[in-house]
């Protein structure tokens, strides 16, 4: 059974950092682009980074260009989300996707309060 | 690019033929997916390519388009079909979707 588990998510000040984290199972974690997806408390979805299957390449949301930084290990099936300066508007349950712009498969995400 | 969705609520009973619909601001090439997401759930791929079903998605679930106007069908709604649904387009980064339209029992 394909599975992605999301772990990482927290209460965090504003200013403050986390990481979160991805561990795939049951398919060729290394053969597929991967991305994190955010959706506040109670409205839409928002796409915020993916990156290539090798690491290699990697695309952000404006509105975190340089604050969040996406990373994967294929040893470890597992792909990262490394979210620094972060703002209330960052609140959000955030989602692992399997794809790099289209949500094949989802994990079922992990909350982020940033609040003081 | 600016997904939107139409309408916001749709108040159904079970059986009926159900149209959604969604419209781009601008030409996505019909890279263009549908969603299912319930509450407390994280959102299920229907659609991809605009009419092409996902792995293990129904067949009352159908997808449509018309230049930016794209269309989910659900034939004859079950009562597991009860839920938001969202368009998303790939074409453009950053993929982006429309606000959802909630399917409820009427």
């Known amino acids: 059974e394909e599975q992605l588990v999301e772990s990482g998510g927290r209460l965090v000040q504003p200013g403050g950092s986390l990481r979160l984290s991805c561990t795939a199972s049951?398919?060729?974690?290394?053969?597929?682009?991967m991305s994190w997806v955010r959706q506040a408390p109670g409205k839409g979805l928002e796409w915020v980074a993916n990156?290539?299957?090798?690491?290699?390449?990697?695309d952000y949301l404006d509105s975190v260009k340089g604050r969040f930084t996406i990373s994967r290990d294929n040893a470890k099936n597992s792909v990262f989300l490394q979210m620094n300066d972060v703002r209330g508007d960052d609140t959000a349950i955030y989602y692992c996707?399997?794809?790099?712009?289209?949500?094949?498969?989802w994990g079922q995400g992990t909350l982020v309060t940033v609040s003081s | 690019i600016v997904m939107t969705q139409s309408p916001a609520t749709l108040s159904v009973s079970p059986g009926e033929r159900v149209t959604l619909s969604c419209r781009a601001s601008?030409?996505?090439?019909?890279?263009l997916a549908w969603y299912q997401q319930k509450p407390g759930q994280a959102p299920r791929l229907l659609i991809k390519?605009?009419?092409t079903r996902a792995t293990g998605i129904p067949a009352r679930f159908s997808g449509s388009e018309s230049g930016t106007d794209f269309t989910l069908t659900i034939s004859s709604l079950q009562s597991d079909d009860f839920a938001v649904y969202y368009c998303?387009?790939?074409?453009?980064?950053?993929?982006?979707f429309g606000q959802g339209t909630k399917v409820e029992i009427k």
């Open positions: 996707v399997r794809g790099g712009t289209r949500g094949d498969h």
């Open positions: 049951g398919f060729t974690f290394s053969f597929y682009w």
């Open positions: 990156v290539k299957e090798d690491g290699s390449h990697k």
């Open positions: 601008q030409s996505v090439s019909s890279k």
């Open positions: 390519d605009a009419s």
């Open positions: 998303q387009q790939y074409n453009n980064w950053p993929p982006s």
